[in-house]
């Protein structure tokens, strides 16, 4: 076992700041669209820690109740059923200390991979939500994060910070080789780092975070120099979506670097079986890319837009993208059913918005079809929105 970073909760430093912003900024629309749901709401933050940081910044639980309860405040409906829960292991008394002023909450003390389906057993029919954010990759079992798949609920998503590179250093000491880019590490701050042997042991626990061996040919090709450690680590990232799609149909993924040309660190992975979920994310993702990016350029504007990879990107590229990916839908389908798949397959290329105005352009030249129901408003004229949910709905249709 690695000895703890006691020092870990003294002050919040950027990555936190990063990640709990991603997570507060999708939980307000997310709270907002399942409470019209009319079903129960579990929030679980799976690793909460002590609640707050020593200088009093707010951690992950004060955000999400703070939020949580802004949205129950501000919803019209008459009954709301939300329950919140927090895990520790170490620190339950901080939290119970530092989140008293909030009524009704649950927190738990012990493991993560103990206690959650013990939590979650008496949930059926619920929407649930769990923030994952781990003191190692040693919690992040594959086949847990399946379970909850199939476990009988309303609806499940899971936001999970993935120290990607962490483990393709143990990936790598596990086979008997080394990560040689050791200066990703240096402010790489973790509470409680996972340390690994060379040792079956070893390999089977990284094949239960992983969901399977695939990890090991990229080792492999890593140590014969095939690929270098950032090819490595986007590799894996890549092969471990894919594996948690065996279980969500909708899996997205976000680095988090806080300089430009910066390697990333972590990746925040979202995951669920819901279009509207996967789509809210997308926009989040962009929105926070796009305040990171003014952090990174310190406001200065950039000669070209870059996408959540670092990656360039045009409007010709994403329209001819787009264009191919319509092209394959020749009956009447969901406008949100064929974005959610767009997103699936080339990433977080783009917003929403974006997408949805390509799309409008391309029904002006005749290149598709849109019934939209209703299809006229209260004042008879036609309609014209571009989003489902609330007795909407759009379809479309490839024409040429």
Not at 129 to 143: E, H, N, R, T
Not at 278 to 287: P, S
Not at 353 to 369: E, H, M, P, V, Y
Request: proline content about 3%; aromatic content about 12%; glycine content about 6%.
């Amino acid at each position: 076992m690695a000895k703890r970073n006691d020092d870990f909760f003294k002050e919040k430093k950027p990555w936190s700041e990063v990640k709990d912003e991603l997570l507060g900024c999708y939980l307000k629309p997310y709270v907002s669209k399942i409470l019209h749901t009319y079903k129960p709401l579990v929030y679980v933050d799976c690793f909460a820690g002590k609640g707050k940081f020593d200088d009093g910044k707010p951690g992950s639980p004060i955000i999400a109740l703070d939020i949580i309860n802004e949205c129950i405040s501000s919803t019209k409906m008459g009954t709301v059923n939300i329950h919140t829960c927090f895990i520790d292991l170490h620190y339950a008394s901080d939290l119970r200390n530092n989140l008293k002023e909030y009524p009704g909450i649950h927190i738990i003390s012990g493991r993560f991979e103990d206690e959650i389906e013990k939590y979650l057993s008496d949930k059926v029919g619920c929407n649930v939500f769990l923030y994952i954010d781990p003191y190692g990759i040693k919690a992040l079992q594959c086949s847990l994060f399946d379970r909850f798949a199939t476990g009988k609920f309303y609806s499940i998503e899971l936001l999970i910070n993935l120290n990607s590179f962490g483990f393709m250093r143990e990936a790598c000491r596990a086979l008997g080789t080394t990560y040689n880019d050791v200066f990703v590490f240096d402010d790489l701050i973790e509470y409680e780092p996972t340390i690994m042997d060379i040792s079956e042991q070893s390999i089977v626990e990284l094949n239960e975070i992983a969901g399977g061996d695939y990890w090991q040919d990229i080792v492999k090709d890593y140590k014969n120099h095939k690929i270098n450690g950032y090819e490595a680590e986007a590799l894996f990232a890549e092969k471990y979506c894919a594996r948690l799609r065996q279980s969500y149909t909708y899996v997205l993924n976000m680095p988090l670097r806080i300089k430009k040309g910066q390697r990333p660190k972590y990746r925040l992975i979202h995951a669920t079986n819901h279009k509207d979920g996967c789509l809210l994310m997308v926009d989040n993702i962009c929105n926070r890319w796009q305040a990171l990016q003014k952090i990174q350029t310190d406001g200065q504007l950039m000669l070209w837009e870059e996408n959540c990879e670092n990656q360039i990107i045009h409007d010709e590229d994403i329209e001819k993208k787009l264009k191919e990916h319509l092209s394959q839908y020749t009956s009447y389908t969901s406008l949100h059913e064929i974005l959610a798949s767009f997103f699936m397959k080339h990433g977080v290329i783009c917003s929403t918005s974006k997408a949805k105005d390509i799309i409008k352009n391309l029904q002006k030249r005749n290149r598709i079809d849109i019934i939209r129901n209703p299809s006229r408003t209260k004042k008879g004229k036609p309609t014209t929105f571009m989003t489902e949910g609330k007795g909407q709905t759009v379809h479309i249709r490839w024409l040429s």
